[in-house]
């Protein structure tokens, strides 16, 4: 008997909840359609890069000379090889250090792991790339060098530095002028950013090897600030002061091809003019004769060996302070 | 269809809360799905909307960002003066200058690249890379040519590779422009570059990812050429949407529902003012039915609770009530059936009508009980003795109607009934006590039952008698055996009152054979065997047997001829002289009954007194002989004899009379005779039987001055207290004291002490049985009143009274 009201329980229960379901459950079939075209996924899995990956930060400093171009494209090739995220900033003109201090306050507040920089001014960037350390984030300098004695007041410490023998560079550069000079003769030196350290080793390499030939006499020794529009100008200023000047030894590419732009409007084919950084165009213009020499400051190696070490530094590596790549003097 | 209460209760249950509960479950349901659906209609549409919003604003920053870029003359001349490609200088300084410029628009929050392509094959480019060596050429083609397909001031926006093959970001929204300039004098335009500046992807994503659709609803961007370009799966970014997706977004204006990639999505669409974008929303229709699921969820938990509560109220309804009145139910068919357990009572709980009922079954029950065992007891009280416990002679009796029934029916084939009497009981009863009589029997009654065999019937008939039935014996010898075995227990003595007493029985035994149909004749056939065994003392057991029913027969016909005696005058009465002892005078006469029998000539009275005694003949007899000698009497007294009186004797029976009193007043009326001329001799054992009512009676008569005689005094042991206590007027002394008067001392000190002591009560003394002289002598020396027997003279017939009147005694005077 009880078993068989259990059995009528059973079932006004399961009518009624038949009942329910259906009511609920209504529903009209549509036609299954697909989001996306099947054929047209995108295929770069692989782009899907894991966000442990270190972020290492290029900062450079001008957008415009291909020196830059050259030292990311190396940088690029350790990102690929060393499995870190490349962030490659750069101030609009060699003269916007503003712009790279903001820059590297940006990269402090995106938090970083590491900062790989060219600073364009060896004291200015000092403070902020302090602060960067200070919040724990890995340092490494190349190009040009960040004042020592400033460096060693602010306490950033472990920066290691990669460059160049800019004095030697230059020297090299400018004995090729100073070999082709055997007459008395006039001589400008452009520099490059009178505050940053490479361009200061630079004029002294350039001046050393002046000094060396008693038949030079440097007449201006003057900044363009690296640029080329500036050499230009300040090519033509100075030609108009000394109408005799025999050789001009710019401390980079970008003013060479300023001076010679100017030396050709007015036809003075005759002025020797030696450049720094080895361009593309610039070793072009070794070989068909317009530039003396340039100096190949290999910037690839530059970039490539700056994130090196920033991954180097990452993994708690001692790294020496200061890493000289070897300069190679392009001529005839 | 039979319903079981608990069903009812269940469907009644159901009807009552859960029905109402599920209709108003699911139209809250149906409800609340509606609306939840408009409002998530509303709010996805409002949601829309504002995206649609902030990318309009995006990209109005954007195009701005590329008007203001198109229309710097720095840029456009410096674009218009294609360099040769030798041109170091130029390039190098156009580059510079217009990266100066460019770069002063690159800090535009998610902006990747701003990119030049001369339609001279010059790339100016400012962005996350510097390197610009290497780019994706058909995606620069491909810009370049919808750009110069565009109108001016015209743009495009939509989701693209990145041309810059080196920047970390892929995939880009491009925006292009084409940049054209106006020569001075010419009245055409010339275009001159494609712009293209492309943003980050990733940073539209991280702000469509804030938005929240709720569970699995997604928001969707795409652009004019329905690539899409927001979509929460990264991976998707870019691809195309599906031509059947295509095409039922272009056919449908409003919301609809569909199912994509497995899953069915209520879509909704708003098309953005420019670039023929759109924004999108796919939201799960489970998600709403999700939303809505809670309620359904609610009224799924509210209709078990309700199942749940309904079951426990069936559970506890059959608990409560169902099982308790099939519990009655059962109860009461087992009472009827009559199967035991019926009665046990019911557990009663809480207060309501079934615990009502269960109470009162309960009462029912136990009074039922109660009067069961009074009808149990009075039963047994009916058919059981009190004192020993042994079954009564009604039950006795019972229990051998059975026996002679299965004996009659063949079924039984040997069986006895023993009477068995105790010997000398009254004296043990008499000088210990009735306690002591109580113990004895008890004793008796345990004794009996160890010697009878487990079947057997034992049952206490009456004061020491006892009968026992034997069912299935193996013949009489059995019986006898058994006899045996009582005779054997009984003998053990034990003590009583510190007084050793020995038992003695006497055993009759009747078998039992198909010749009997009354269970009474059988008692009294052993009865009558059992006085056999006493009267015969030695061996203490005696079977009824022929002899005996011969016996037997002889007394009641007997008796029968004793029941017509009256009526055919066969009875008269013989007169025995009363003297008077100081003088010889005759008193008066003791009227003794005779019975003339027509076969048998004279009965002595002892062979039918006692006859008469056991039935109520005796009554009759007693009347009559008192009605004869008052009529005698009458006689007597008219013919000059006055002073006579006469003595009747009163059987112990007549005192069950209640009309006995009356009677006498009446007879003696009738014969005109003087109370005072009667004397009424009653046996000191007569007065013993029932003393107070026999008192009662005496004095009675005693009031009417009728004369009391004590007949038979001496033999009964009763005390002068006990005299003290009697109306008597005459003790009559037993004759066999009278006896032994001149043989025994005893006999004659006991005499004289009677004497003695009668005077001293008041009381006369009449001596019986006076057959000698000596006899006379002493008992006139001793003061003796009156006296009769053969020494004055034979009992004779009235007619020879008158005679002995006239002539005197017809001996010699003895010298009083």
Redesign the interface.
Known sequence: ??H??NI??FW??AT??L??DG??GC??P?????????T???H??E??VSSGQPHIALV?K???N?F??EM??GA?MAESELGI?????????ETSIDQQIAIIERLILDQVDAIVVAPGDSTSLVPVLRRAQEAGIVIVNVDNRLDESLVYEMGLVGVPFISVDNVDGAYQAAQMISQRITTPTEVIVLEGIPTAQNAIDRTNGARKAFAENPNITIVAIESAHW???ES?EVTSRLLKEHPQVGAIFCAND?MA??S??YLEEIGRSDVLVAGFDALP?AR??VSNGRLVATIDQQAAQQGYLGVQYAVQLLAGEQLPAETLIPVQLIDQ | MKLSLTIKFIIFLHLASIIPLLIVGLSAYEVSRTTLRDELKRSTSQLIQQQQEYLDLQLDQIESLITNISSVETITHALAEEPAPEDSYTRLATQARIGYILDGYANLRGLVSIDIFTLGGNHYHVGDTLDISNIRTDVRDRLVLRARSLGPSEMWAGIEQNVNTVSNTEQVLTVLRLISITDRGSPTTRPIAALVVNYDIDYLYEHFRRIDLGAGGILIVVDSEQRIVYHPNQQIIGSQLSSDLKERLQSTQDDFTATIDGEELLVSYARLSRHGWAVMSLIPTKTLSARAATISTAMGIALLVAFTIAGAAAIIFSYTIVAPLRQLTRRFQLYRADVPGWEAPLPVRGHDEIAELTRWFNLFSESLQMRWKIEDQLRHQATHDALTGLPNRVYFSEQLAMTLARTQAGEESSAAVLFLDLDRFKIVNDSLGHAAGDQVLIITARRLRAAVRMDDTLARLGGDEFAILLNQLNGTDEAIQIADRIKQELGAPFEIQGVEVALRASIGIAIISNTYANPEDLLREADTAMYRAKAAGGTGYMIFDDAMHQQSMEILRLEADLRHAIGRHELHISYQPIIRLDNGAIQGFEALIRWHHPERGEVAPKDFLPLAEETELIQQIDMWVLRSACTDLRHWHEAGHPTLGVSINLSARNFQNMRLVEQIQAIMLETKISPRSIQLEITERAIMTDTERTISILEQLSDLEIQIAIDDFGTNYSSLAFLKRLPANNVKIDRSFVNDISTSLDAATLTSAIIAMGHVLGLKIIAEGVEHSGQQEFLSKHGCDLAQGNLFSLPIRANQVTMLLTNGLNREPVAF
């Open positions: 008997m009880r068989t009201n009528h329980t006004i229960l009624l909840l009942i329910v009511l609920v529903s009209q549509a036609p299954n359609l697909s989001l996306i075209e099947p047209n996924t995108r770069d899995a782009q899907q450079m001008t957008l415009t291909p830059f171009a990311e494209r690029r995220t490349l962030i490659v900033k750069t101030a609009a003109q640029k080329i529009d230009y970008m091809f300023g010679l732009k165009e072009v213009a």
